[in-house]
Nanobody
Framework: QVPFVESGGGLVQAGGSLRLSCVNS????????IAWYRRQAPGKESERVA????????DYSDSVKGRFTISRGDARNSAYLQMNSLKPEDTAVYYC????????????WGPGTQVTVSS
């Protein structure tokens, strides 16, 4: 098993936008649901912010609904997270993974990508 590789994070002012990308080169035979998670501080519980199914159905946490958009990439088991109208409270390390259910994911966690939103 290989982790997802996330990219696209950075420092942005409040109200700005970022687009995150992730891909897993190890999942080549099946297409799985993919979700973006974030951890806002070390030791704090991670939050699942967006999910996309193999058929393209999406779901968002209330904290990002209307501002973030998840989409699938061209590569199998890849995804994007378009983040608009960013707020300082969106500051976090963002991770990508393939949820199975019950909090279980298919891949080991990667390093994530840091998003910092300044006020």
């Amino acid at each position: 098993q290989v982790p997802f590789v996330e990219s696209g994070g950075g420092l942005v002012q409040a109200g700005g936008s970022l687009r995150l990308s992730c891909v897993n080169s190890g999942f080549t035979s099946e297409v799985f649901a993919i979700a973006w998670y974030r951890r806002q501080a070390p030791g704090k519980e991670s939050e699942r912010v967006a999910t996309i199914t193999p058929s393209g159905d999406t779901d968002y946490s209330d904290s990002v609904k209307g501002r973030f958009t998840i989409s699938r990439g061209d590569a199998r088991n890849s995804a994007y997270l378009q983040m608009n109208s960013l707020k300082p409270e969106d500051t976090a390390v963002y991770y990508c993974n393939a949820p199975v259910g019950g909090g279980i994911v298919r891949a080991p966690w990667g390093p994530g990508t840091q998003v910092t939103v300044s006020s």
